[in-house]
């Protein structure tokens, strides 16, 4: 039996994301299966899948998303800390007074002052998600929003949700499931986000989604909640 | 999990940290074995075994890897775990020479609790000509405010630091520090230019309902001459004393 087919015993519903994705070309399908091939066991076979998949992000289709467009993020609050204090090398105490501090202002003071204090730093690393109906920003509660994105709602996570423009140089695509690697059991391809169980009454229909390369802070546009 | 597989977990979280893109809502794997431990009863055996895997990790960690202590303290902290003695260890004993993880080790310290002494602090000489942010805040928070925020302003004259750098750290510092911050805040908006860096300090003070930081301080008749002179003071006080001890032996001088 070939490694691949191995694979595919093994994660039956990883392989099959891969194998349906329309948005991957058969060539990018069969460079995947060449490198599960050539896997020698000295690593374990998910780093050795992650290590691909990260190497051939952002193939899919680039989309027409105009720089004047806000897209919506959201974010595990608990990373975000972690972002403050690794990109501006501060202690957590002062990056939870921050955001403590940003949350109390109105929205526009917040954007000129996340501009201000971390306009320099990315907003995350190698890869961003980020869904395009910036009025859900506005129009729907924090934990609706976790729901509707797809995002784990377990009891102690809690999320942030902002809204961003894209630079002129960064362009969006429509994610594939080597963006969606780590997360491909609440992910379909397709384009738009997934609802989970628990609000598919509600939301039957998900988000249009894109990823793009991470944007710095200052590209904020609508305040952090 | 036992110990051992905690090593394992830690280290390869911290390995694959850099070179991992963030997920769909920024997850990292140090984001995500943080979230682990904190779900793990803090009273069980299992979280023994983590804390004893995380000062195996901690002892044995790259001695040249800023990245990788930034990680690795940031997990520490995150996660609520006790720590503070192992990376104590780590510090006092000489192990690690690179400024730049000792800046690291030092504000994970602080946020853990420990303050650094005025004489520590003093012999941290790279660290704080390298990363005079990190070890300004370190000083604050070890409660040598009055000289950390003098140094500041020295250090916004040479631009060795701009406002932008102060200002991520100013709610922290206001909440902790109220009037104090006021004094100095009003001599560094002295001394920076108008207009853009200038409007950087202003616009906090402004958001925290106070357009005017010099009127509040005069005001209030807590110039920064006055501090200045307290500090001048302090030190004639105690070239003084140095002066009297070295007449008069270990005695104090009585006033």
């Known amino acids: 039996m070939s490694q691949y087919a191995d694979f595919k015993d093994s994660y039956a519903l990883q392989a099959s994301k891969i194998e349906d994705d329309p948005q991957l070309m058969d060539a990018d399908k069969e460079l995947f299966r060449a490198h599960i091939e050539a896997w020698n066991a000295s690593s374990d076979i998910t780093q050795h899948v992650a290590d691909f998949c990260h190497e051939n992000q952002l193939r899919g289709p680039r989309l027409n998303v105009n720089h004047t467009e806000t897209l919506g993020h959201g974010h595990d609050k608990r990373e975000f800390l972690l972002l403050l204090t690794t990109g501006g090398a501060m202690t957590k105490d002062a990056a939870e007074e921050l955001l403590r501090y940003w949350t109390l202002l109105d929205d526009d003071e917040q954007v000129v002052e996340v501009h201000n204090q971390i306009g320099q730093q990315f907003m995350g690393q190698y890869l961003m998600w980020s869904f395009r109906d910036s009025t859900a920003l506005a129009d729907v509660p924090n934990a609706n929003l976790a729901c509707r994105l797809g995002l784990d709602e377990a009891p102690d996570k809690t999320y942030l949700f902002w809204g961003l423009r894209l630079p002129t140089a960064t362009g969006a695509h429509l994610p594939t499931a080597f963006d969606a690697w780590e997360h491909l059991d609440r992910w379909a391809p397709g384009g738009h986000t997934v609802p989970n169980e628990q609000c598919r009454d509600r939301y039957p229909d998900g988000f249009p989604e894109v990823v793009h390369r991470p944007v710095r802070f200052d590209s904020l546009s609508v305040s952090i909640r | ?255």
């Open chain 2, 1 to 255: 999990m036992a110990r051992n597989d905690w090593i394992v977990a830690i280290r390869s979280a911290l390995e694959a940290q850099p070179v991992t893109p963030s997920g769909r809502a920024g997850e990292t794997p140090v984001g995500n074995i943080t979230e682990r431990i904190t779900r793990i009863d803090p009273t069980s055996a299992e979280m023994l075994a983590i804390c004893s895997a995380l000062a195996e990790v901690v002892r044995s960690s790259p001695k040249d890897n800023p990245r990788w202590w930034r990680d690795l303290t940031n997990l520490i902290l995150f996660a609520n775990v006790p720590a503070k003695d192992v990376l104590s260890d780590v510090f006092y004993t000489d192990q690690i020479h690179e400024p730049e993880i000792r800046s690291i080790i030092m504000l994970a310290l602080v946020n853990l609790g420990h303050r650094f002494t005025p004489r520590e602090l003093g012999n941290e000489i790279e660290v704080k000509r390298l990363y005079p942010l990190q070890w300004t805040e370190c000083a604050v928070a070890s409660g040598e405010v009055d000289s950390a925020f003098h140094g500041l302003s020295g250090l916004l004259r040479t631009g060795a630091v701009t406002t932008r750098d102060i200002s991520s750290r100013l709610p922290l510092w206001y909440r902790k520090q109220g009037d104090t911050l006021l004094r100095y805040a009003s001599e560094w908006l002295e001394i920076v230019p108008p207009y853009e860096d200038r409007d950087v300090l202003l616009s906090f003070f402004r958001n925290i309902g106070i357009p005017n930081v010099k009127q509040r301080v005069e005001d209030a008749g807590m110039t920064v001459e006055a501090t200045t002179q307290r500090i001048e003071r302090d030190r004639d006080f105690l070239s003084d004393l140095k002066e009297h001890r070295r007449l008069n032996g270990n005695e104090f001088p009585v006033a």
